[in-house]
């Protein structure tokens, strides 16, 4: 999945990772993979060296986005599946930010995977209801697969927003004889209490 451009602070885009290693280097992995135990070292040393290859390498989540969107568009559908991956990565990015720590990262992509697999589950569901038709028991396997779906997606929003709300630091100001404590501002009037002395 294609991931949105990180910004610094101040704005402008960090300097760019060294463009991963071409062919010689999956033949390497090829052998490293096949018990190769110098091929392995070498893998070793090259990720030592370029540690946002393994980084796109080992992101499980990334692979776990992938696959879903491959089920679901196939494997010649490439314009659609480039598209699913673009709204996967604005979809991470609203939810995340671009300087998110990294619990809400990982928590954003988890929303991600599970919004991924949520419209699948509703896509076959809606397809099969409009082909042939479903038995009486199909429907409720499929309903039964969507409601989880729709339970997995919801309870990762839900975590998202209380870590995101955990992590907002409250600040405590004493101004004469008020005690006034200052957290998250995400309502009219919430996250501030007035305390008298």
Known sequence: MSK???????GTPPEAPPPPPGGAFLALVKRADAGDAAARAEVRRVHDELPELWRITGDLADQAARAWMTTAMGKKRRTAVEATERMAADLRQQLAGPDAPPLERLLAERAVVCWLQLN??????????????????????YQDWLDRAQKRYLAALKTLAQVRKLL???????????????GSMTGVGAGVSTDAE
């Not at 949105?4 to 101040?10: C, F, I, L, Q, S």
């Not at 699948?120 to 396997?141: F, K, N």
């Not at 907002?168 to 200052?182: C, R, S, T, Y």
Request: without cysteine; aromatic residues 2%; proline residues 5%.
């Open 4 to 10: 949105t451009t990180p910004t610094t602070t101040a």
């Open 120 to 141: 699948y589950v509703d896509t076959i569901l809606a397809q099969r209801l409009g082909g042939d038709g479903l038995s009486r028991g199909q429907i409720e396997m």
């Open 168 to 182: 907002v630091p409250v600040v405590q100001v004493n101004i004469a004889d008020k005690q006034v404590n200052v």
